[in-house]
């Protein structure tokens, strides 16, 4: 692939151009807001994927914040997926 189909490499993984760009922001993005705010998530090593640090997803590094619509972000408020996360949707 190259940069002419629109992908590009990061971090050893092919994405969308600008995709660094798109994670670079979601670090500003550090709360959700609810009635009050909450602190997102950041990722975390997750034991049952070992041979990556990165985010399958999102290819946030552990303590980074995710890209919103992530699919791997938990949600701070009820733990589940934050994508699909009602209260976040509302907020």
């Not at 550090?30 to 950041?42: C, E, L, N, V």
């Not at 049952?48 to 791997?72: K, Q």
Request: proline share 9%; aromatic share 6%.
């Amino acid at each position: 692939m190259s940069d002419d189909e629109g992908m590009e490499l990061f971090r050893g993984k092919w994405v969308v151009a600008g995709w660094p760009e798109k994670l670079a922001a979601a670090q500003t993005l550090t709360h959700y807001r609810f009635p009050g705010p909450m602190a997102r998530i950041p990722h975390r090593r997750i034991r049952m994927w070992p041979r990556s640090n990165l985010c399958d997803d999102c290819t946030a590094r552990p303590g980074e914040l995710h890209v919103p619509g992530c699919l791997t972000e938990r949600c701070p408020k009820c733990g589940g997926q934050a994508a699909l996360c009602e209260d976040i949707i509302r907020s």
